[in-house]
């Protein structure tokens, strides 16, 4: 009985805190403060999270090469005093990128590239809006929120294409139109591999797709949608063209450091392009809140005992848990080449995810199937995507094996 | 309520017009898409959520791109050229092609019977009730634009596929 009104109590604690703040402020201004405060809560709790997350990367990276990682940063002013494992070195990169030099060049179209960082930022914190971080957190409930998810994310490609012409140097406006290449291609299967989730859920409301999630067999099978055959398949597509969407590796040839020296931001410098990279992790968080919260139940609890942990500790954890697999996959997988992510793009993942929308489609048409039925749909909805995947993949490989070097010395 | 409708169609203008007196093309294809952005937020002080985003997606993600790589591919040169200095034909051409798309407008505006309500008293509709009707009784114009979209494709990939299939696409 206690555990159950602490448990209620840390639910809606958030909440109750801020309706305390905003109780306490005068009449006219309520509304105000109570935006305010959603905004500021955002930003700080994914703020300190972007500021953890680079350092969590370096060190994992670290660890999978059999290296240390930062480990040398301490407390400031305190020569032999504890190093916090290195704990501290997100607030010595800011204090770099803050006083090192902002160089524009002098050609450059000074508005443009300066709006460029801005709006990649702006348009990026954006989309964590709509997320359902919690049973009672959700920032703002849009009827149409999986849209507008994909709305604010489009305009990151405008923001590229204006640092890439903006900086007036021919390279860097060629890594603009290949990031816009790779971003454009990987747009279409990014959406195409959400729409299954909306045919069976039957809206667009991210907190109706996570609601449609909440149910268990025997009370610890949850029923995600990772767990159905065209749920399985759409999370790997997803997760693909999310690691395309945010440049990430192995899809982070437009600011591949040994091909072009950081493509469409070669003249960027200083905490400009610290904005860039900031935006980019918050690009990969937010795909990542959107991919727990359509794939993996969102703030639901993995099994029906689990409840008594708040949502909202549910949701960060699946979120920090595919920050991590993400940072594995960098740290496991080799770069592609243009040509190579184009054709894996368009002639592979576009034709899977329309017939993983078939396959969704044929799940819902037989809901009704119960008994030794049941099997069969598993087995039928199995079949529509694992025999594409294996005659598409073979078709495209066939004729590239044994590869050669035209190039390079053997 | 009033005042935000005004401060969106001083956005909505004021774009269209700089874009219009700039001399930078992509200056004014920026520019454009700010206008975009400005019927994105009118829709959504109309309550039209669903087209609102659906703006953002298409115009400001998609539109805007074919725009801005039409303007860079096809100047000649590599310095920004300055466009000419207007002189009479070009601006009697300006005068009726601008009229002839003006009074298509404005006929089309007037000749609609438009239903007038205050925002506040016309009941959003939701998602659910869009796809329903779009569904319903307008499946038919849905198919063919679904139909004419997939046929620009397709012929999109046969104007863009003149290679032939003995030579990979990474031959030197």
Redesign the interface.
Known sequence: MIIAAIDSYLEVAPLAWRDAVVQWCPEPTQWLVHHLITIVAILAVFGTLFAFTPLAERKLLGRLQNRLGPNRSGLPWWQNGPKLWGLTQPFADAVKALTKEDIVPAAADKLLHFLAPVLIVAFSLLTFAVLPFGRHLVPVGLDAALLYFFAAGSATELAIFMAGWASRNKYSLLAAMRALAQVISYELPLILSVVPIVLIAGTLSLQDIVLAQGFWTFGFLPHWFVFTPWGFAGFLLFLVSALAESNRSPFDLPEAESELIAGHLTEYSGFKYALFFMAEYFGLTALSGLGVTLFLGGWQAPCAFLQFIPSWLWFMGKVIGMLLLFIWIRGTLLRLRIDQLTRLAWQFMVPLTLINLGNAAFWSLTAGWTGPLQLVRWGVSLAIIVIPFVLLGRRLSAGRHPRTYRYAAS | MTFALIIISALILGCAAVAMALRNL?HSA?LL?GSWAGVAAFYLWAGA??VA??Q??IY???I??VV?FAV?LTRQGDAPEPVEFPSLSRFVTGLIAGGGVAGVLIGAILGMPFDVRTAQSAPAL???ELGAQLMGPHAVSLLVIGLLLTVALLGAVLLASDRRPDQP??T?
Do not use: N, Q, R, T
Request: proline share 5%; no cysteine; aromatic share 10%.
């Open positions: 992509i920026l898409i959520e669903f985003f659906a953002i997606l400001i993600g998609a805007s791109m801005l860079l939701s998602v659910k696409e990474d030197p």
